[in-house]
């Protein structure tokens, strides 16, 4: 349809009709069961609004797509067809690793990969929207949505949410859009005082925009057609109902002009946030700030007639509303096929199918990271006796949160798999070891899974405790008083304290939740058929008490090294720096940096400076590696992180060879917001600090001249 042709329709429309296209059910509305993923509210819909509305959430079956959508054409006046949304967050029904831990892939390429073979496994079921990615930068271990995010650096996140963006929105033959990417939660969402989940975010207006916004707007810049709120405040003043944040900022700023949606229910609980008197003054703040569609609340569907009716509200805002909507539905090809990418030939071949699968491996095998090695405990030898316990070495659930539509039949526990591999392994039950410690005897190494289960992390899971549990840090500690050697295999959807885990055990792997390739993945990375090489992109604390904790800290008028007594910036009973930081993971392999070459030390702003890096694989395994290069202003108009990633490489490197890879310096690189909230790159010195992890790194001095 022409954009002339979209404008005829809705002025066909009646002031119901449009208003019921800014409204979001979900599937059970329509007498079929739907993905319930929030609070269900009284909605006291009548049966004429049910069909009018414009578009459907938590559906993912095709036939269910088709029946939803054939009841409601039939009724339709217009016939303008449903939009069903859902949160295909990482994997429909093959699950990819949690965000977190894809994020540790440092790998843009992949995250592309990921994105377009989920994106596809979702649309060919009828889905024409995903939830997905979220942006938001976070630091703080205790909340629980951290496993939905790239971490906490804002560079590495603007340039991974850009890739989900382009993965998930690939055309069809016709030049339809296949599936439209929701980028969330604007803004802030990651910074929950306290860890604490839909609490307050109090942030300066120059963080936002230096820090969090770049992710959102590189979202943006890739195409994302659609943006949803935050259920946070900024400014005191609720996302969803914040003209600055959303008029100002998103629209105007940012040049956004498809639809916003609220997260699920927020426009009605604007009232429990006590801005707002009742629905009616809910949904005005809402529409008035520019928040299209209403996600499971009736606010608009019952408040926006009256509040247009008494002028409050413009018919001609609410024409624009529409228009975001139904233009979208026409870049998914709707009015001419309201099925959309609906396939029912590839649901029954390609769903969880070997190529998906694959994918998934792949993406599994690059986000495990491994912590530690001391002794070289792994790889395992094949002929090694090894025993596997620990509360996640039987179970399935190890998808991971949001993956409502994984297949866990599709999984293999990891007693399962691993003992088929190999007859050196010996599977133990957890439950027996707290009864009898004895039965580890006979081992030259114990595997132990554990950390967190899937259910206790995402949405509405926020921690105070994130240590290990006491019972799993007992066993351990009477497994080593039998052997010495222990593997502790971390599932988590967070950061976890590992400082116990730290003393008792020699190897440490962070397996996130790795979806439906888990234990063939981890079974390979822990016999040394895969070579890890995650790194960490959230610090990983020593205490809570750390909490909330970034390699990005400023610096202070008291830094601790540089203090001559006491009066300094730090804890009196822990070390300032996480157990891991940022950027950290190893390898089997053992790369070094041999020497980096600068073209030049000193550079105009037309110029760029080139620095050459020979890295070297000194052992005889091949691997791949991450190099990052961070830059600190030594002297600018506002404190400036003391480290800021501003460029990685990741690479393959064979057996015993040399390498070079290349990086570039530009004036971009050191641009930041001054005090006045506009951009300025300085002149004069900055240090670049290279290697292979955020704390061991090689620092040079350079000068932007004149
Ligand atoms: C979450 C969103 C999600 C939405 C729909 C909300 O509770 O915050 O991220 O997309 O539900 O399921």
């Known amino acids: 349809m022409q954009t002339k042709q979209l404008k005829e329709l809705i002025s066909q429309m009646t002031i119901e009709e449009k208003i019921g296209q800014l409204a979001q059910i979900t599937g059970d509305f329509f007498d079929t069961n739907a993905k319930i993923t929030g609070p269900m509210q009284t909605m006291d819909l009548t049966e004429k609004e049910i069909t009018k509305v414009g578009s459907v959430i938590g559906i993912l079956d095709y036939k269910k797509v088709k029946q939803i959508q054939d009841m409601y054409l039939a009724k339709s006046r217009l016939k303008i067809p449903l939009i069903f949304m859902s949160d295909v967050i990482h994997g429909a029904n093959t699950i990819f690793p949690i965000p977190l831990g894809l994020s540790s892939a440092f790998n843009e390429d992949l995250i592309y990969e990921v994105a377009k073979i989920s994106g596809k496994e979702a649309a060919i079921q009828g889905c024409n929207v995903t939830f997905s990615p979220m942006a938001d930068l976070a630091f703080d271990a205790r909340w629980g949505r951290n496993m939905e995010g790239n971490g906490e650096d804002p560079y590495l996140n603007e340039r991974l949410t850009q890739a989900y963006v382009r993965g998930y929105q690939q055309k069809d033959k016709q030049g339809n859009l296949q599936l439209a990417s929701c980028l969330k939660h604007f803004a802030g969402y990651g910074l929950v005082h306290a860890g604490r989940e839909y609490n307050t975010v109090d942030i300066s207006q120059r963080f936002l925009k230096e820090y969090h916004y770049p992710a959102y707007k590189s979202g943006i810049d890739a195409g994302a057609k659609m943006v949803m709120t935050a259920f946070n405040t900024i400014n005191s003043i609720p996302a969803v109902s914040n003209e600055s944040l959303l008029k100002r900022d998103l629209r105007q700023n940012m040049n956004f002009d498809y639809p916003i949606i609220s997260d699920w229910g927020a426009i009605s609980e604007l009232i429990y946030h006590k801005v707002a008197q009742n629905k009616k003054e809910a949904a005005l703040q809402a529409f008035k700030a520019s928040c299209d569609i209403d996600m499971m609340t009736s606010c608009y569907q019952k408040e926006l007639p009256k509040l247009i009716d008494e002028g409050l509200c413009n018919e001609a805002d609410l024409d624009k509303a529409v228009y975001r909507l139904l233009n979208l539905k026409n870049e998914l090809g709707l009015f001419e096929n309201p099925y959309g990418q609906i396939d029912e030939e590839a649901c029954k071949n390609f769903i969880l199918s070997m190529e998906i699968k694959n994918k998934a ?91 967190e289960t899937s259910f206790e992390s995402g949405e509405a899971h926020s921690k105070t405790n994130i240590n290990i549990e006491q019972k799993q840090l007992t066993v351990l500690k009477q497994i080593k008083t039998i052997v010495k050697d222990i593997v502790f295999v971390n599932f988590s959807g967070r950061p976890l304290i590992l400082s116990e885990i730290n003393i008792y055990c020699q190897g440490i792997l962070q397996a996130w939740f790795l979806g439906t390739m888990t234990a063939q993945s981890l079974y390979d990375i822990i016999y040394g058929n895969i070579n890890p090489s995650g790194k960490l992109t959230m610090s990983f604390p020593r205490t809570v008490g750390h909490c909330p904790i970034s390699y990005r ?20 009973d822990c070390l300032n720096e996480p157990l891991f930081p940022f950027g ?68 393959k490197i064979n057996k015993l060879i040399k390498k070079e890879i290349i990086f570039e310096i530009n004036k971009e690189m050191l641009k930041y917001i001054n005090q006045n909230g ?29």
């Open 678 to 706: 506009e951009e300025q790159i300085d002149t004069g010195d900055f240090e670049i600090m290279i290697g292979f992890d955020s704390t061991n790194v090689q620092t040079q001095k350079i000068k932007l001249i004149k």
């Open 361 to 451: 491996k792949e993406a599994a095998d690059e986000s495990v990271v491994l912590l530690k090695n001391e002794e070289s405990i792994l790889p395992v030898k094949n002929e090694e006796k090894v025993i596997i316990c620990g509360p996640l070495s039987n179970t399935k659930e190890l998808m991971g949160p949001w993956s409502i539509y994984g297949d866990v039949s599709a999984i293999s526990s990891i007693k399962e798999y691993f003992t088929k591999q190999n007859k050196n392994i010996k599977y133990i039950d957890y439950e027996q070891v707290l009864q009898n410690i004895e039965l580890i005897k006979g081992a030259k190494k114990v595997i132990f899974f554990g950390g």
């Open 584 to 651: 950290h993971g190893l390898s089997y392999a053992n790369i070094q940096i041999n020497k980096i070459v600068y073209d030049k030390e000193e550079f105009k702003k037309n110029e760029k400076i080139i620095i050459q890096v020979e890295v070297e694989n000194l052992s005889k395994i091949s691997a791949k590696q991450t190099l990052q290069l961070y830059i600190n202003d030594l002297v600018a108009d506002v404190i400036r992180p003391r480290k800021e990633l501003k460029s990685f490489k990741k690479f």
């Open 553 to 572: 800290d400023y610096p202070t008028g008291r830094p601790k090294e540089y203090a001559i007594d006491e009066y300094t910036s730090k804890y009196i």
